[in-house]
């Protein structure tokens, strides 16, 4: 049942698309940061105290917006694996296989869900509704309900319904093996789709998330008025304020284009494209002017990425161009992802190849952050706030930069959370899935006679 060593091994072993690898431990190590954040600031007083206006000037906060929107990376690779899978195995999706696809992704997360599970147990936390988690539909229940150990279980939750979905929309716009027009088509309609649906629902009056976030602290925003009396009983902390914000400003956004399948599904589909674009890519090594158009782009969205850590005043932010820009960020940065990734994982003929992207990417020191980046950001928000609010007074903004806070807590809870995932990685996931590859494995011989 157990193979120690070879599944210690295992973590150290590169796959086939390597780059991924570094992609998916940036964005992970980045949604971490940004969580520690978010804790850190709940200790000091909101908008417009000093030490808060002192937070707006940190790299912290100056970071927090791209850090948020790596998040794209994790869906994007999701479509893009699946839809590879899909147009690889495709006897896999028809409808005998199609329940065993399910049941086989919804045993790759349990695991995770299980180990969160137990933290929370063992540190103690007002549980929220478990169900909603366990079955995959947190997204679609009310933040009110939620417990701060389980906020990152909400993209689980999505991505576990566009696995679902997927695999449909593939099957209704494959036109064929050999020639994908049609299937790009599809696609980049269903992309606008998603961008115009954003447009349609987005109120800037009610749904400017800017200005929320910049006034006051996301656990304020977010979390119930019994966590927050729960933490400070727990543990003896001084928050920076006393009540949370009810009704939630940033409800109303959340729920229509954050947590919701119209709002995100867009990531997904650029993901598939990638795929297609992929495949492709093999057949066809001649690009007009490839060259200059790789660089060309590779400086815009470099410049994207910078922009994106510029501080500005939100209230002054015109309310038409916060509607398209509220609209479309995410999937432009989605693009910028998948043509990164494109350019190190393509054909070394190719002309948007690049050698150094796929280097860096590719790099021994992400593989293992990499394998286990799933166990991370399950358990890394409980680990978070139980480093900094039991050591509320070494945490403490007031005496210390947050930004060295930050990077402080942000090893803490990296060293915390590998050696976490490490144990359990070895001991109960790896085992899992021997045991139900062989138990699913049985179940389609037995069918299949």
């Not at 964005?27 to 007083?45: D, E, K, Q, R, W």
């Not at 650029?270 to 890519?281: D, E, M, Q, R």
């Amino acid at each position: 049942m157990w193979q120690l060593k070879e599944d210690m091994y295992s973590l150290f072993q590169s796959e086939r698309y390597a780059p991924i690898n570094g992609m998916r431990s940036i964005s992970c190590l980045a949604i971490v940061s940004l969580h520690i954040g978010c804790v850190l600031n709940s200790l000091i007083p909101p908008y417009p105290h000093i030490q808060w206006m002192a937070y707006l000037n940190s790299y912290t906060y100056r970071l927090s917006f791209l850090a948020a929107l790596l998040l794209e990376t994790f869906f994007m690779l999701s479509g893009f694996l699946l839809t590879l899978k899909f147009i690889q195995h495709q006897d896999s999706f028809s409808l005998k296989g199609y329940p065993l696809y399910i049941m086989k992704r919804a045993c790759r997360y349990w695991p995770g869900i299980l180990l969160i599970t137990m933290l929370m147990l063992i540190l103690g936390e007002p549980e929220g509704n478990w169900t909603t988690f366990w079955l995959f539909y947190q997204n679609f229940v009310d933040m009110k309900q939620w417990s701060w150990g389980f906020a990152a279980l909400w993209s689980i939750s999505l991505d576990m319904q566009m696995h679902i979905i997927l695999p449909i929309i593939l099957h209704i716009v494959i036109s064929s093996k050999s020639n994908y027009q049609r299937t790009y088509l599809a696609l980049y309609i269903l992309v606008i789709l998603s961008i115009v649906y954003s447009m349609l629902v987005f109120n800037p009056k009610t749904m400017n998330l800017l200005v929320h976030v910049y006034h006051n602290n996301a656990l304020a925003l977010a979390m119930p008025q019994l966590f927050i009396d729960w933490v400070t009983v727990e543990y003896n902390v001084t928050l920076g304020f006393e009540k949370v914000i009810d009704p939630s400003p940033v409800k109303p956004y959340m729920e229509v284009l954050y947590f919701s399948i119209p709002g995100r599904y867009s990531s997904f589909i650029i993901g598939s494209i990638l795929a297609f674009t992929l495949i492709s890519a093999k057949n066809n090594t001649m690009i007009r002017y490839g060259k200059i158009k790789k660089y060309t782009y590779l400086t815009f969205i470099f410049l994207f990425m910078i922009l994106l850590t510029m501080p500005s005043e939100p209230d002054t932010v015109n309310s038409v161009v916060l509607t398209i820009m509220f609209s479309i960020i995410r999937q432009i940065f989605a693009i910028s992802l998948a043509f990164i990734l494109f350019s190190a994982i393509c054909p070394c003929t190719h002309p948007y190849y690049s050698p150094w992207i796929r280097l860096f990417l590719s790099h021994p020191i992400w593989t293992p952050i990499a394998k286990l980046s799933y166990l991370i950001y399950v358990i890394h928000c409980r680990i978070v706030f139980e480093w900094i609010m039991t050591h509320s007074h070494i945490f403490n903004p007031t005496y210390y930069s947050m930004d060295i806070l930050t990077i402080v807590c942000f090893l803490l809870v990296l060293i915390s959370c590998l050696i976490i995932s490490v144990i359990w990685f070895i001991f109960v996931e790896k085992p899992f899935q021997r045991l139900i590859n062989k138990q699913l494995s049985s179940y389609e011989k037995f069918h299949a006679i």
